[in-house]
């Protein structure tokens, strides 16, 4: 602003000016920091980025005819949802999270079951460590083609998660079957032979002076120690144990059996030197072993059950199938109905998943040729020994297309010899 005077007035009353009479007037004046230009674009606020919840978890492993008894009771609860198996269902409860690892396409089948059934406990089968990542949800099992298992699942590395509804909690057991095995081996793509072209001469050039390797320098020595829960290879230079399991052999007493009848619902058969199975599933044999003389540092190779037959009622062939049983049982009071006195079945005969493991952890055929039988039950005494699930026995059940039942030497048998045997192998765990 010019005088007239030649006199220009300072920078700062021209400001002065500006501020008060512009503001009041509803001007606004649009400052911006030192060294940004008009038009640039403001610096974005920054993103928190969540952490995954089952990031930094080591998974347990879990293999194809796997048997764990495991808890969730004192185990962090990291996930509330699954997306987009059950985006309803408040899984407020701590979780357990496991790893299978697939090697070839196969139907598999997971199953869990609650030691108590008023806990209420799911089952997911996720495809990350994501919990949106769901690809399967149930309550008790994931069965090929049910409740978005697919019917083949293909080979890869998959997540299995024990989750308490509405914040439940407790011990379980969680079984996974799968036809091909652990160690299937996929079937090889055949790959096409390159057609031959052909090669030019190559041009002759110097051969480059040798760089000298350097010496690489030696990182220290670590140990890594895995978590005492999970299996471990056997030493192979610890030495095999075999221990034979009879009644009156070495003062061993530790046998209970016995059958149940649905033709006799009512009446308990304890007291026989022999019991029955019978096809159909109408007469099932109930049999325990007490195994507290085996060292808890056990670590079992195999186990065998033998059984000496007595009798058969004709020709015909039949399956016996070995089952764990879940719940106790009285040799003296046993039926059709009862698990003991005034204790019923879940179902008279006994009930899969409730009274019984539903999966068989042997079986064999058994024939007019047959004396004495033998059932490898190594997932049943795996369970008992390893997983610490509870020993509640063994159930008999007979599978055939005819009518035909066997008899079978129980520990009351007058002769040693034709008791029932449980045959352990293991090895010592330092």
């Known amino acids: ?25 509803g001007f606004t004046l649009p400052l911006r920091a030192a060294g940004v230009q008009a038009g640039d674009p403001e610096t974005p606020t920054p993103t928190r980025t969540s952490t995954p919840p089952f990031a930094g978890v080591i998974p347990w492993p879990l293999s194809c005819g796997a048997q764990v008894h495991h808890t969730t009771e004192g185990a962090p609860a990291r996930v509330d949802r699954y ?71 293909q080979a890869g590395l998959y997540y299995v998660v024990v989750d308490g509804y509405d914040g439940a909690a407790g011990p379980y057991t969680l079984q996974v079957d799968c036809p091909a095995g652990p160690f299937a081996t996929p079937t090889p793509t055949p790959t096409a032979t390159p057609t031959p072209t052909t090669t030019p001469t190559p041009t002759r050039t110097p051969t480059p002076t040798p760089t000298p390797t350097p010496t690489p320098t030696p990182l220290p020595f670590k140990q890594l120690f895995l978590p005492l829960s999970w299996e471990r290879y056997p030493d192979p230079h610890a030495r095999l144990i075999r221990v034979e399991l009879q009644e009156g052999t070495q003062g061993y007493k ?21 019991f029955t199975v019978r096809s159909k599933e109408i007469m099932v044999g109930l049999l325990y072993f007490d195994l507290g003389t085996v060292p808890q540092n056990a670590e079992l190779v195999s186990a065998q059950l033998r059984l000496n037959k007595l009798f058969q009622s004709n020709p015909n062939p039949m399956t016996i199938r070995a089952f764990r049983v879940l719940r106790p049982w009285d040799e003296a009071t046993a039926t059709w109905r009862l698990a003991k006195a005034e204790t019923p079945w879940a179902e008279p005969g006994g009930k899969a998943g409730v009274d019984y493991f539903p999966s068989p952890g042997g079986e064999v055929g058994v024939d007019a040729s047959t004396d004495f039988v033998k059932w490898d039950i190594t997932p049943i005494v795996k369970a008992w020994l390893t997983y610490d699930a509870p020993n509640y026995g063994i159930m008999l059940r007979g599978f055939a297309a005819g009518n035909v039942e066997y008899r079978f030497a129980t520990h009351e048998h007058v002769s040693i010899p034709r008791r029932p045997t449980l045959i352990l192998t293991y090895r010592l765990k330092r």
């Open 1 to 25: 602003m010019d005088t007239g005077k030649g006199y220009r007035l300072p920078v700062w009353f021209l400001l002065a000016l500006t501020v008060g009479v512009l503001l009041p007037l």
């Open 83 to 153: 997306q987009p198996c059950r985006p309803f269902w408040e899984e407020t409860g701590p979780e357990r999270l496991y790893s299978l690892h697939l090697t070839a396409d196969q139907p598999v089948t997971i199953t869990l079951l609650p030691d108590d059934l008023d806990v209420d406990l799911d089952l997911f089968l996720l495809t990350s460590l994501s919990p949106n990542s769901c690809l399967a949800a149930g309550d008790t099992y994931l069965r090929p083609g049910e409740d978005g298992m697919p019917p083949v699942l």
């Open 254 to 274: 530790g046998t209970r059996d016995t059958y149940i009848s649905k033709w006799q619902p009512d009446v308990a058969f304890g007291d026989k030197f022999w």
